[in-house]
């Protein structure tokens, strides 16, 4: 589709955006491209939402499944009224006091979608992003901007130029670099096409805080169940998502258990010869892995860090990533689920 070494970088200041090196980055969108552009989450893949042909370039570059719904990013309120159908008072309240910002609404989609944007859903997913740089890029190219993480399907998603660039450099037209992502996780998706919300993926915006607002169901994927036939109306929902070429074991259980059981991991895979590293919530430990990298004590600072630090795993040969299961409070349980996505096994302690 494109030529190796074709896409272009540009930096832009992500407090005082530079419009017009926007411009440049909207012409491409305008003229059916496709531009990596950073988001307060993490970083997007974006064409217009509502051309065909330039939307088959996202799933083509990613190599994502045209099952998998995109997320469509506004920047007017006045865009939902376009892009789907029969949104209630409920669903206004929740975007007037989430927007911009990281969640994500499932509502009825209009005919102005194509099948391609939802995944030949019947549904749409809309979010209006607060970074600056991805507003305005919206605003320049005139049209709603579809957008999944910029990055291989099935790998951590991005949270710096440098991650789209390690996999999609030569098969987009340009990245702009705005620099590292605040929040570091994929938005909250809500599902308002039913008199009750249904959370679909957790993120910033929690199930705590949402529940606030009145009641809030879990989507079965959620539960831990497996379920067949599943219908994807989110994104992360049906496939495994942001697994490193390392396999992630996740340990599951009391501290202390689980203390003894990364020992045990780490000398099985060492005599399997294998290189070994630990994602560790404090900065020191003593255990014996290859490679140790701490992601940060709150849970704030695991969210930002998390791709990140998959990825610089990869980058060192690390063959195996041991984790520890956090809290699944609050921002803990959309921690939790990147893991489960990712990890290759999960083990009782």
């Known amino acids: 589709m494109f030529l190796k070494n074709q896409t272009q970088r540009i930096k832009i200041n992500s407090k005082t955006p530079e419009k017009i090196k926007i411009r440049k980055a909207a012409t491409i969108i305008k003229n059916g491209g496709i531009v990596a552009f950073p988001t307060e ?24 499944p045209f099952d998998d719904p995109l997320i469509i990013h506004i920047n007017d309120f006045k865009d939902v009224s376009k892009l789907a159908l029969d949104v209630s008072p409920l669903a206004e309240k929740i975007m007037k006091k989430y927007w ?3 969640l ?15 995944g030949k859903q019947k549904t749409v997913a809309i979010r209006m992003p607060c970074n600056k740089i991805a507003n305005y890029l919206i605003k320049e190219s005139a049209t709603p901007i579809a957008a999944p993480s910029a990055n291989l399907f099935g790998k951590p998603s991005p949270t710096l130029a440098e991650h789209v660039l390690e996999d999609l450099d030569g098969k987009i037209d340009l990245i702009i670099d705005g620099g590292k992502t605040s929040i570091g996780l ?7 096409t039913s008199d009750i919300p249904v959370l679909l993926r957790p993120g910033k915006i929690s199930y705590e805080e949402l529940c606030l607002l009145g009641k809030i169901k879990l989507d079965n994927s959620l539960k831990g169940r497996k379920l067949k036939n599943l219908i994807s109306k989110s994104p992360g929902m049906k496939y495994k998502h942001y697994a490193p070429n390392a396999k992630i074991i996740l340990v599951k259980g ?25 994602l560790a919530t404090t900065k ?27 990825r610089k795993f990869d980058k060192k040969g690390i063959d195996v990533i041991l984790v520890k299961e956090i809290s699944d409070s609050e921002l803990g349980f959309a921690i939790m689920n990147r893991l489960e996505k990712a990890a290759y096994q999960t083990v009782k302690a």
């Open 41 to 64: 989450t993490v970083y997007g893949l974006g064409a217009n939402a509502l051309n065909p042909k330039a939307v088959k370039k996202i799933f083509l570059a990613k190599g994502r």
């Open 100 to 102: 911009p910002g990281p």
């Open 104 to 118: 994500t609404v499932i509502l009825k989609k209009s005919k102005l979608v194509p099948k391609i944007t939802t």
């Open 186 to 192: 994929e938005s909250t998706v809500l599902d308002l």
């Open 254 to 278: 009391e501290t202390k258990n689980c203390m003894k059981k990364i020992s045990s991991l780490i000398r099985k895979y060492h005599n399997e010869n294998k290189r070994v590293g630990l």
């Open 284 to 310: 020191k430990t003593s255990y014996k892995s290859d490679m140790t990298l701490f992601v940060g004590k709150t849970n704030k600072t695991i969210a930002k860090n998390l791709f990140e630090s998959f």
